[in-house]
């Protein structure tokens, strides 16, 4: 992926930084209530989200679509989450969420209309396809991935990412709704075909997320 000029950064402002990390607080709390099974608690941090995704869209806190957070939601739910990993376009929404940051890459913004998810077992992309397909009616199998009526695409790749380290971010999309996102680490992003203008891009949003950590 290659552009006419080097990608900005702007910093997410104020208030959509504290929406977000509260966002966070709640959504890391409600995944710890399921995976203990506690349904009362899971019952009443999901009535919090609904509260936080208002205040989400408000502020406009996430720019991600509405569909790419509702296929990683369903994901998870189904326990698959954690058995994909995202690369790709799609991946910077996850760079950008962790680093309180947007990336704007003139003279307009990038298309992030295919969500790739690498899997490691075949026997999985099936099922996956299957889950996450549900998360719009419009999606149809074109025969090498599944396409929307808005034009989003999804597939589900079959590679061995070796020696590359992940992490995880909450992502947000434009209607407020959350999901976690699991990619690479940004220092191991040439594996989504980036180019070395952006990958140089990505490591100043490390470096300046952890410089304002430290302020």
């Not at 609904?50 to 205040?55: D, G, K, P, Y």
């Not at 397909?133 to 061995?160: P, W």
Request: proline share 3%.
């Amino acid at each position: 992926m290659i552009y006419d000029s080097v990608p900005e950064i702007n910093e997410l402002h104020a208030n959509a930084m504290r929406q977000y990390i509260d966002t966070c607080s709640v959504f890391r709390a409600w995944e710890s209530a399921r995976e203990t099974g506690n349904k009362q608690r899971t019952a009443d941090l999901a009535k919090a989200m609904v509260l936080h995704q208002r205040m989400n869209w408000a502020i406009r806190v996430g720019t991600a679509p509405r569909v790419l957070v509702d296929i990683l939601m369903r994901l998870y739910k189904a326990c698959l989450s954690e058995r994909l990993t995202t690369v790709g376009p799609c991946s910077l929404y996850a760079y950008e969420m962790a680093s309180g940051s947007r990336l704007c890459i003139p003279p307009q913004p990038m298309e992030r209309k295919r969500l790739t998810l690498v899997a490691e077992d075949e026997d999985i992309v099936a099922t996956a396809l299957a889950i996450a397909g549900k998360a719009d009616r419009t999606f149809e199998d074109d025969g090498a991935m599944l396409v929307n009526s808005k034009g989003f695409e999804l597939e589900v790749i079959i590679r061995e990412l070796e020696s590359v380290k992940r992490f995880s971010a909450v992502i947000i999309s434009t209607s407020g709704h959350m999901a976690r996102m699991h990619t690479v680490e940004a220092t191991y992003a040439c594996v989504s075909g980036f180019d070395d203008e952006l990958l140089k891009v990505l490591a100043q949003m490390l470096l300046e997320c952890n410089l304002r950590l430290l302020r």
